[in-house]
């Protein structure tokens, strides 16, 4: 079955970096990942997305590994707001868009 | 922006309920689907949907059905709602083609006693 693995919980510093990982396996070659965050009381919220090379954007990084199985969202500074469930999600060969069950990240002052 | 509008932010029904959940996209986007979220278990697709008219099975269907008569909106059904299917709904919609991002909606708690 398709699935994605994810840490439950991480825990960083105030503007120190933060690597969030992600176990997508069974992924086929043109599926896209993408990663989401969630804040407290809303829903998801788009993050960042690539297929085979590295991506930045104005909220992070995303690094992918050279055999796509896995891939590392990177904050470069955490801040007290970057506190929420990061979700990372790839797209089946069915259509079925796949997540995993998040990390929540917890950002210390 | 792109909006998801999810009808209702909490709702409590009875067991044995026929319940709707209602999501509409300004956007004219292709695809829309249904989520449920709950503790310790991430989100897992219901339905979706890439056209009018057109639905397909997600990991959990089961128990739950659903309509898109108009590429705008897209309806959740639960035909007899039961204690097991209270969980946070979520609404997401992406344009048509590989790749595009999601946009989601705020979310529908739903209580079912």
């Known amino acids: 079955d398709a699935k994605t693995t994810q840490p439950n919980s991480m825990e960083s510093n105030e503007e120190e970096p933060v690597h969030l990982p992600c176990n997508h396996s069974?992924?086929?070659?043109?599926?896209?990942i993408h990663w989401y965050r969630q804040l407290p009381s809303q829903g998801p919220e788009y993050v960042i997305h690539g297929l085979t090379s590295n991506v930045n954007n104005r909220m992070a990084s995303l690094a992918i590994a050279e055999d796509r199985k896995s891939s590392t969202l990177i904050l470069h500074r955490a801040t007290l707001r970057d506190a929420a469930v990061y979700y990372c999600m790839y797209s089946s060969n069915t259509g079925k868009l796949i997540f995993g069950q998040g990390t929540t990240l917890q950002v210390k002052p | 922006d792109v909006k998801v509008t999810q009808s209702s932010r909490y709702l409590v029904k009875r067991t044995g309920e026929k319940v709707f959940l209602e999501c509409v996209q300004d956007?004219?986007?292709?695809?829309m689907f249904w989520y449920r979220q709950d503790p310790g278990l991430g989100l897992r697709l219901i339905y979706f949907s890439y056209d009018v008219k057109m639905k397909e099975k997600g990991d959990i269907p089961e128990g739950y059905s659903v309509s898109r008569e108009k590429k705008e909106r897209f309806s959740l059904i639960l035909e007899s709602a039961s204690t097991n299917q209270t969980s946070m709904y979520l609404c997401?919609?992406?344009?048509?083609?590989?790749?595009?991002?999601?946009?989601f909606g705020s979310g529908t708690q739903l209580s079912v006693l």
């Open positions: 997401a919609s992406s344009p048509g083609g590989i790749g595009e991002k999601l946009f």
């Open positions: 956007m004219d986007h292709e695809n």
């Open positions: 069974t992924i086929s070659g043109t599926d896209y």
